[in-house]
């Protein structure tokens, strides 16, 4: 099915024909050519000779600025240096080079603005399949340790396959599927941890360690992680010797990451090379705006073109009602990462296609919309199926008629924008006091609960 979803498509068919990036794509690849051409990030000899680039960059300089191109800054070493983080390019390396041995350059055959492209990209794109296959293989174990149902299992997974951001950046160069591969290394390993103990520390310590090198958003991803470890210590019955080796080692790697933005901006700063560039890309104010515009916006929100979401909001009452300490670990290593991703300065456009930002959640708002769905199964009510199938039909309905119809600016909040975060705090008010009256009220127990409460 994931092949059969993919195989057609335009970012898929492009590595061994025209190859044609988009967006950040290019960045990436030059991070990807240059670490497997000289093993570093300095990208100087990209563009020209040393001698024109050293003539750009004094010219630069000279007028106060470090900025370089879209994206790239003008290091105090005087290299050239991409804003984005080196962890994606880092494991398509290997595949990137046999590439270039088995597949050379060949000259006016590449595109224009990637001219040193090996003829062909198959082990390029087959290292993005490997992590995109890897990553469905961790999400069914995530599942299946949840859930415990093989066929509902499936059908979950197939949801996810079908209906998300997932399948369709599955083969393009950006490191939000990687990244939501190391958050389920690490969120397996602290829910349902693996039988041999060192290993799955080392899962715990690679996946929170690695996040942050996809780019600095996913710090607030591993922190959130991190706090999610911490919470299930206790009745997970870890020693403390063990989370505090964890913790250290956690600590000894962070110095690596720091090194990294001190060694290119003389600053140890994860935003010393944004403030370098001169845009800092996340801001309190906006926080507000991407919130509730990534559930509600027209044109941004995940709940409009992926209606399962509207589960997700029901699921956490159903988490909070059966197992409370699981519902608040989830949403503990989740709030920080929605929280700095609501931040972006332009939360919706750049996020395109909708929910780029929030593939490594997904997982997330998937095990709470199956817990909605597991009760529908294991307590069945007629008005209690009514129930969700209306609420899904109105999202259905909005998005032929657009009667909740919120368009939230990209900057700062303006008055409208107070009065749609007003509306859509009181759209998410009435889902919980309609679920909650709908439980006491509505849905009719099952036969064998109605006998165990009497």
């Excluded at 197939?158 to 969120?187: D, E, H, R």
């Excluded at 103990?197 to 690695?210: A, M, P, R, S, T």
């Excluded at 997970?236 to 690596?256: D, E, T, Y």
Aim: charged fraction near 15%; include cysteine.
């Amino acid at each position: 099915m994931f092949f059969m979803k993919i195989e057609n498509t335009y970012s898929f068919r492009r590595f061994r024909t025209h190859q044609s990036f988009n967006g950040d794509e290019p960045k990436y690849m030059r991070m990807v050519h240059s670490l497997v051409k000289d093993g570093s990030l300095d990208l100087s000899n990209i563009w020209g000779s040393k001698e024109e680039m050293d003539k750009v960059k004094k010219e630069i300089i000279a007028s106060g600025s470090k900025r370089f191109g879209d994206m790239y800054i003008i290091g105090v070493n005087g290299s050239i240096y991409p804003m984005h983080m080196p962890g994606l390019a880092l494991l398509l390396s290997p595949g990137y080079l046999l590439d270039s041995i088995l597949y050379p350059n060949v000259p006016g055959k590449a595109p224009t603005n990637l001219p040193f492209l090996p003829l062909s990209l198959y082990f390029t794109r087959l290292s993005l399949i490997a992590i995109s296959i890897l990553t469905l293989l961790l999400l069914f174990r995530l599942l299946y340790h949840h859930f415990q149902n093989l066929f509902f299992v499936s059908v979950l997974l197939l949801l996810f396959l079908l209906n998300s951001p997932f399948s369709g950046y599955s083969s393009q160069v950006y490191p939000s599927i990687p990244a939501t591969l190391f958050s389920l290394l690490a969120l397996n390993s602290i829910l349902y941890p693996f039988k041999n103990k060192g290993l799955n520390d080392f899962f715990i310590i690679v996946g929170i360690g690695f996040l942050p090198w996809f780019h600095q958003r996913f710090i607030f991803l591993s922190l959130g992680l991190f706090l999610g470890f911490l919470i299930v210590r206790k009745n997970a019955r870890i020693p403390l010797k063990r989370v505090f080796v964890i913790s250290i080692i956690l600590m000894i790697l962070s110095l690596s990451y720091f090194y990294y933005f001190y060694f290119i901006t003389g600053n140890p700063s994860p935003l010393s090379i944004s403030k370098l560039f001169g845009k800092v890309y996340a801001r309190a104010n906006i926080l507000p705006l991407g919130f509730f515009g990534n559930f509600f916006s027209r044109t941004a929100s995940i709940i409009w073109t992926y209606p399962w979401i509207i589960l997700f909001f029901f699921g956490i009452y159903w988490g909070v009602k059966k197992n409370w300490r699981l519902t608040a670990v989830l949403l503990v290593i989740s709030i920080p990462y929605y929280l700095i991703c609501s931040a972006a300065v332009s939360w919706d456009g750049v996020a395109r296609p909708v929910g780029r930002y929030l593939i490594p959640l997904f997982p997330v708002f998937l095990i709470f919309a199956g817990k909605t769905i597991q009760d529908i199964f294991e307590k069945f009510s007629y008005p209690k199926l009514f129930f969700y199938i209306g609420y899904v039909l109105l999202i259905f309905l909005n998005k032929k008629i657009w009667f909740i119809n919120f368009n939230f600016s990209y900057s700062y909040i303006e008055h409208a924008d107070l009065i749609l975060i007003i509306k859509s705090t009181l759209i998410i008010f009435s889902l919980y006091i309609s679920i909650f009256f709908g439980d006491k009220f509505l849905f009719q127990r099952n036969s064998r609960e109605l006998a165990n409460s009497e």
